[in-house]
């Protein structure tokens, strides 16, 4: 049964959280979502983060951008460290601070990918959140295992990526964590009200976020949440919570379970540059992964 | 009947040197322990478990994935304010590297017990010092027992130099695997009391726990990112006259001290000193023993700290002498041994006259070295001297399978 969800107003204390001032490229989806975390947690989180656009966007020393604790940490320990950070303060009794790692894709499908199952199994009382801008886009936009099928980056120059993008919301449900959503920049009211379920349940809690990257993925940097928007109104990206067995079906991604209703995947690979010489076939190939990807939400709700 | 009196009020227990980590770790009441098992640190983790399962401890264990994430825990847990342990061995050391890094440069008082064994290939798990030795360059206050008292008292020791504001750096104490890891032997333990009393509430230069904004290793510009750095390297020299300290005042209240950085045996008189690092020390000093009963006038300097070097105490037992030899059990390959290195370079800077000095590589991949051996060396040496011939300055001493 689809469950209604009224929207919860976005507080306004976000920009005194996330300041102005930060060092993201135009159009960078990094501080938009961190402005949701701020609407959820305030100054009472701690975001841990590895190597990443992240590392930088914060600002230098001695400036930060962010009104909240931030704790660098080497690639691949993001989660890791969270789970230190957050038994230390369950030890000193210290109950009312958010940890939070905050991993792009690379220090969490590739390098860290150890480490937070790691922490998913041992259910650190934590939220793990990969936004997931589907490269290496601090090194120079390389492929991740997280880039999609025939996308450019700088290591698949020519014929683009040979291999679907890894799944790792579904690896994180295999873990069988009591948390697991998927989400996007472009739908802050839907991250919202996850963050405010996640920081209701014990345990490990994972979002991935779905964050376009205009200077990775070759689109004007105004475009973020229209590129972000047609990822879910192709069905390319699929919103959606899990817990207590079952996947839910968020609300912006519900009218696209009806594939007559979602627009044509090429309206979302040609917003992009990084797609303009796939080929006809591994546009086919998309289709094809894209449906299975429905398929195993349906069975599973 | 006596004996055991005696025993029982001194509360004298017969541990590994493993345990005797163990039983360190629990008495400073560290309140969180991430660490992964390897061969031959493996009963650290395997006593702190039960210790804390049993409710004798009360803390809690992060049974990791990796030692990357072993460190990584540690030093999160660290920074968020609680007093936080960790041990491991040879690839397990090599595997949580940047962590060892990355530890220092945070500022993060940690303690972590290194039970060294040689690296692979090929497999084995005898002990070395190379796994230790690769360690230096980190920023990390170091140091390696000869017996288990001393171990217990190192890692206890730890956690007071680590907390110590003229310090706030991550500690490692090292013992070889099997030979003091796993050997029992008696090892007085204090009263929790008096430990409680002296040690302290944990201490750290800054907090990350979320009572207030805070950002920790922001992007910085070269000349901040060395100013960083260079206060490790003062908060390092500055370890040194809190490691005496500790180490005086620890054997006011406890009844053991060492004699800071370096011990020193028969040193005040010796016209030769040999210099070791561990448990071979011992049988070094067996054999001094004995050349001393012969008539030469040797004594024994056994590095105790490696880092911060102990420059001022090698200037002044080994300035004067006619002659020093230092034993390694490691070696910085297509170079010398790092503790021969390290004293002929301090003699230099502190612009003693450098003696004949030989370095010998030994006991490398866990190749026993008996008391034995170091005797006809120091001896050879000695004589080779006497006889008004230069000894060889390296020679890498080896005993094959028999």
Redesign the interface.
Known sequence: MAQSRPRPPLPYNMREVVQPGDAACPGCPIPMAWKVLSAVFG????L?IPASCS??V???????S?????????F??A??????????????G?N???VIAWAGDGGTADIGM??L??AA??NHDIIYIMYDNEAYMNTGIQRSSSTPLGAWTTTTPIIGKTEHKKDVARIMIAHGVPYVATASVAYPHDLYAKLQRARRIRGFKFIHLHAPCPVGWRFDPRYTVRVAKLAIETGMWILYEYYDGKIRLSGPSRPYMDPSRRKPIEEYLKMQGRFKKITPEKIEEIKKYVEQNWDWIKRHM | MVEETLLKKKNIKPLTGNYAVAYAAKMARV??V?AYPITPQTSIIEKLAEFIESGQLE??M?????E???L???????????R?FTATSSQGLLYMH??VH?TSRARIPVVMAIVTRALAPPWNIWPDHMDFYDQRDAGWVMGFGMDNQEVFDLVLQAFKISEDPRVYLPVMVGLEGFILGHTTMPVELPEQELVDEWLGPRRQGFV??????????????PE?TEEMFMDIQKALMAAKRVIREVDREYGELFGRSYGGLVQCIHCSDAKYIAASMGAWSGDLMEAVEKLREEGYPVGVLRFRYIRPFPGEEVAEMIGGVRGAIVFDRGISFGSMGPLYMETVAHLSRHQKKIPAIQNIVAGVGGVNIEWTDFYRLVKEFIETLEAGREPETFKWYHKPRR
């Open positions: 100054e009472k989180m701690i841990v590392s930088v914060v600002g230098a020393y001695p400036g930060n962010l009104k909240a604790s931030v704790v660098h940490v080497a691949a320990s989660a890791a460290v969270a789970s230190g950070i957050r038994e230390a303060l369950r030890m000193r210290i009312d601070v958010q150890a480490s199952s790691g199994e041992r | 309140q969180v991430a803390a809690t992060i049974r990791v994935e990796s990357h994430s072993a990584a825990a540690t030093f999160g847990a660290a920074l968020a304010g609680a936080a940047e962590w990355w990350v726990d979320g009572s207030q904004p805070l950002a920790h290793g922001n992007l910085a510009w901040d």
